[in-house]
């Protein structure tokens, strides 16, 4: 993911229906936020970044986070095999900055890059409100269908049959911990028995808490943010922000009751740094060594060495989650906007395939979407670095084989920020009363849901 920054994981941001044109200042802003996005290959001048200059083609591709295809050296790969292509990439950290600016782009046909990432908690509504703006890459030359795990591949086709986004990662969730910190406090170091102590009941992960937090080494807090235990709670229960029938339900859903009590006790027991996640204090925090546990969806684990530093390798572990589930994960689409739709689906095809998929996740802990890519020796035997010996390929692939898939609605981005960099963290940072924060992100959803 990233976000996810993916955010994503996480990643999250506020969900919206396409929109009426915004003000040119605020349009501006909102292309500042994709980098140089408001010149790529959407631009009406023909001289942006996306046109084709000498016979050559440069592809603009636009994310948030960390999707990994730099740091595994894809672009490169695929620019030295494709010799006319040349490709630049706008990485927005956050993706609750990034799908906003996207969907003003969107609204206005201009701006786009030639390929643009969507987080799965954003990708219900795109498919259902927009699919007719994306490229059908299910045709697309070097595109195999059936190679994505099933569950992944339908949640980006639309009611036609299109194939709006090849699936990039999926989000299998584990508990990254500190075994220096742990030790401190009096806890065990083992990731096995780390993850008896709370093994099958996220009211354990809370209890484990108040145990750190009563021996903490000074300064410390058990786990990063309250949002972040939300989301993880969530997104380990078979009813989230939906019922069965894909309507918005949340109100009355018991994973995000279940959710939404914890992490508010988790807040009231003191165990929580109170931090945004994916924001720079948040990111800071890593280096200071401020909290002992993150939820750690797969993507996580780059977030979590590049943020914590080369001084804390090897200080990090990673333990099974209370139980199984899937946080993030995200596709790559092509806007029909762009000028060059034929190059961008042939990068995005290959970018997603099984041996690169495979590349991302030994380069920075991206879990692969397709099962080829699951099966193979070096998803199933790897070791990231900065974690040592820990069998992370083992670990999430072992994860992902038992998720459920869940019921995923075009609403579920926007709930998500309002309870979680909404309600939760002006409960964690301003003392708001619960209640009120809750009826306060219901408001506000509702208000943005029948607008």
Known sequence: ???????????????????????????????????AGCSSS?????????AASGGKVTLTVGDYGTFGYKEAGLF???????????????????????????????????GLDDIQAVEVGRIAQV?????????????????DKGAFLPWKSQQAT??????????????????????????????????????KLWQGDWAKFLDTGKQYQAKAPAGTFFTDSAGGLFNAVVSSSPLQYDDASGKLDYKNSPGVKAAWDLSTSAIQAGISAGLKQFDTPWNQAFA??????????????????????????GKWDIAAAPSAGNWGGSFLTVPKAGKHQKEAAALAAWLTAPAQQAKVFTSVGNLPSTTGALSRPEVQGAK????????????????AQSINPTVIGEWDGLV???LTNGALLSIEQHQSDPAKAWSTAVKEIDDKVSD
């Open 42 to 50: 959407g631009s009406s001048s023909g001289t942006g970044t996306g």
């Open 127 to 143: 498919v259902k409100k927009q699919a007719n703006k994306f490229v059908d890459l299910g045709t697309a030359a070097g595109v």
């Open 416 to 418: 998500k920020d309002a």
């Open 76 to 110: 490169d790969a695929y620019m030295r095999e494709h010799p006319g292509i040349t490709i630049v990439e706008h990485t927005v950290q956050q993706e609750s900055d990034y799908y906003p600016a996207l969907q003003t782009h969107l609204a206005s046909g201009s």
């Open 1 to 35: 993911m990233r976000n996810p920054g993916t955010t994503p994981s996480t990643r999250t941001a506020a969900a919206r229906q396409a929109r009426k044109p915004l003000p040119a200042a605020a349009v501006a802003a909102l292309c500042a936020l994709l980098v």
């Open 288 to 313: 200071n060594s401020k909290f002992a546990t993150v939820a750690c969806p797969s993507w996580m684990t780059a977030i979590v060495s590049d943020k914590s530093g080369p001084a804390n390798k």
């Open 158 to 195: 639309a009611q036609g049959g299109a194939v709006i986004g090849l699936g990039t990662d999926i989000g299998p969730m584990a508990i990254c911990y500190r075994k220096d910190l742990f030790q401190q406090a009096g806890l065990p170091t083992d990731r096995a028995e780390v993850a």
């Open 384 to 399: 990231l670095d900065y974690f040592g010996d820990t069998p992370t390929g083992q670990i999430f692939a072992a994860t």
